[in-house]
């Protein structure tokens, strides 16, 4: 037994193993019950693919105390008691003297415990390879900092900069200790360079620029950089004033917070280049220093929302509290998670709460049409959307989703007219949007209307997204409606190869081959579209098809609008 778990072990660390393990699809738990380490070990395995990190340390440790000596073993379980936020983690790094996120760890607990120059000595040791090549020269500083020793922090960060790698992030934590040592003239020629060197204004960047020009007085540049934080994004104007309002505290405090942020920098390089596992580590290294920092949590939650862990997701940003100046991104984030959990009603309330509490902003209202229209409720879809519009003031180039947002509502809840002024003005708004075009050309196509001014409009889309499934199933169904049985074809064909498990598509795929006089072929992409669960319409479409005599569909000449 201790040579299979030895296996199974060194397998998991390499992606193995854990995948012969995974939910049931019935109840989304795992297929395997067992005692002892091998069953602590497959269900700390499953645990954690489901992103029950509590579940997953506590049963990883439990099979690493019944087979202690498995250095494979050890790391997974430090490493699940990592992202479980267990304190138990201090006391398992002290035992993996190779791992590097374990002397990280040990760092860490030095630092909180204010022994700084140890913090350093550990840093200072860390491998000069991958990841932690990049932290080293940042950690190392920080520590020096904490230490009184800013002037050699800021030189170790020099030579770091001349490396020439990582430039932006060290540059910015060069402004970091500078600023917090006094060295204002030093922090201020960082600070502009952090700002060049980034080339961008990302959320945590701007945050940081916002409180250096605060607290050197610049209040217009201050409200100036806050609105170009939020610029083009809806979401982030309902925190402006209250970023405004923060920008006069340091966005970094000490060098515990350097810690975090450095951590935060690193995760989000991580997030970027699809390091997902090494990302969510540091992150979590960052709130164990900071167990307050919002931007850290936002950024864990969307990591774990994409990776369909939506309660773990949820349950990052539970603490964060109403005061923070981000909490409106914070209530919007959740909504959504809630929303995934079918906890819509509780969703709904979040954002109708927050569109009273900022009854200038049409976000909060646009996301509860979003939800209602995700979930087919188009009429009421179409309701609030109307609320949302109506605070728009005048309409903006940025305002074109929200009009083509409300045109689906109304089309699919039988407000044909109201729903295509909607895409034309949406169209106004910001020509040649690729989704518009196609929604619109799609619709006039099924009506048999406009059906050249369709396929040219479908045609712009497919040019902007030429590998779009249901875009190119557009353009085939209105080439099938004008006649063009070999065109749609081959566009149809395509459409499949690129979506195919959607039933609309290869339902029209079905008529497209019905249509050149392939009738067998026809009737089994029917049959298959019919497996695909279609929308009932498109159902009972097909199903007609099916029904109809050989002869009634080989003289066809094209098919119906669904």
């Known amino acids: 037994m201790r040579a299979r778990l030895a296996l199974l072990a060194l397998a998991a660390l390499f992606g193995g193993a854990a995948n012969d393990y995974g939910p049931d699809p019935a109840d989304g738990t795992s297929r395997f019950v067992g005692t002892g380490a091998f069953g602590d070990y497959l269900t700390g395995r499953s645990a954690l693919q489901h992103a029950d990190l509590q579940v997953a340390a506590d049963r990883l440790?439990?099979?690493?105390?019944?087979?202690?000596?498995?250095?494979?073993?050890?790391?997974?379980?430090?490493?699940?008691?990592?992202?479980?936020?267990?304190p138990d983690a201090v006391r398992m790094a002290a035992s993996l003297p190779d791992n590097p996120v374990a002397r990280l760890v040990l760092a860490d607990r030095e630092a909180k415990a204010g022994n700084w120059r140890a913090a350093a000595g550990v840093f200072d040791g860390l491998p000069l390879n991958g990841l932690t090549?990049?932290?080293?020269?940042?950690?190392v500083a920080w520590a020096q900092h904490g230490d009184g020793r800013s002037g050699t922090a800021l030189a170790t960060l020099q030579e770091a900069i001349q490396g020439g790698r990582n430039r932006p992030v060290l540059t910015l934590h060069a402004a970091l200790i500078a600023d917090l040592a006094g060295r204002r003239e030093e922090a201020e020629r960082s600070y502009a360079a952090a700002r060049i060197e980034y080339g961008g204004l990302n959320l945590r960047l701007g945050q940081i620029l916002a409180s250096w020009q605060a607290r050197s007085g610049d209040a217009p540049g201050t409200e100036r950089l806050a609105a170009d934080m939020v610029a083009?994004?809806?979401?982030?104007?309902?925190?402006?004033?209250?970023l405004v309002a923060e920008a006069a505290s340091p966005a970094v405090r000490d060098a515990a917070d350097g810690l975090a942020e450095v951590y935060l920098a690193m995760a989000a390089t991580l997030r970027q280049q699809n390091g997902i596992d090494s990302a969510q580590?540091?992150?979590?290294?960052?709130?164990?220093?900071?167990?307050?920092?919002?931007?850290?949590?936002?950024?864990?939650?969307d990591i774990q929302e994409a990776a369909k862990q939506p309660e773990a997701a949820l349950d990052t940003l539970a603490d964060v509290p109403a005061a923070d100046a981000l909490a409106p991104l914070v209530q919007i984030r959740r909504a959504g998670l809630m929303d995934a959990l079918d906890q819509t009603d509780?969703?709904?309330?979040?954002?109708?709460?927050?569109?009273?509490?900022?009854?200038?902003?049409?976000?909060?209202?646009?996301?509860?049409?979003?939800?209602?229209?995700?979930?087919?409720?188009?009429?009421?879809?179409?309701?609030i959307y109307d609320r949302a519009i109506a605070r728009l003031g005048v309409p903006t180039r940025a305002n074109w989703p929200i009009f083509y947002e409300r045109g689906i509502a109304k089309e699919r809840s039988g407000r044909w007219d109201q729903a295509e002024a909607d895409f034309k003005y949406a169209l106004e708004l910001s020509p040649n949007q690729p989704g518009v075009l196609n929604y619109l050309g799609?619709?006039?196509?099924?009506?048999?209307?406009?059906?050249?001014?369709?396929?040219?409009?479908?045609?712009?889309?497919?040019?902007?997204?030429?590998?779009?499934?249901?875009?190119?199933?557009?353009?085939?169904?209105?080439?099938?409606?004008?006649?063009?049985?070999?065109?749609?074809?081959?566009?149809?064909?395509?459409?499949?190869?690129?979506?195919?498990?959607?039933?609309?598509?290869n339902g029209h795929l079905g008529d497209a081959l019905d249509a050149t006089g392939r009738h067998r072929e026809a009737e089994f992409q029917w049959r298959r579209a019919l497996t695909l669960n279609p929308e009932p319409a498109e159902a009972a479409r097909i199903e007609a098809k099916l029904a109809a005599p050989p002869a009634a569909e080989a003289s066809a000449a094209a098919p119906p609008a669904r």
């Open 232 to 242: 083009d994004n809806g979401e982030m104007s309902m925190t402006r004033q209250a």
């Open 442 to 505: 799609y619709a006039w196509a099924e009506q048999g209307r406009n059906l050249e001014q369709a396929q040219s409009m479908i045609e712009q889309a497919v040019a902007q997204r030429p590998d779009d499934g249901s875009f190119i199933d557009s353009l085939g169904w209105v080439l099938l409606i004008r006649g063009d049985v070999e065109g749609a074809l081959r566009q149809l064909q395509r459409a499949v190869v690129l979506m195919p498990e959607d039933g609309t598509i």
């Open 133 to 139: 090549q990049a932290l080293r020269p940042l950690l």
């Open 346 to 383: 509780a969703a709904v309330a979040l954002l109708e709460t927050l569109a009273g509490q900022h009854p200038d902003r049409p976000e909060p209202l646009a996301l509860v049409g979003d939800i209602f229209r995700r979930r087919n409720r188009f009429a009421e879809a179409a309701a």
């Open 281 to 301: 580590v540091l992150l979590r290294l960052a709130l164990d220093m900071r167990p307050g920092f919002t931007a850290a949590r936002l950024l864990l939650s």
């Open 61 to 86: 440790e439990a099979a690493l105390t019944l087979e202690p000596g498995l250095p494979e073993l050890a790391n997974q379980a430090f490493i699940a008691a990592v992202l479980a936020a267990k």
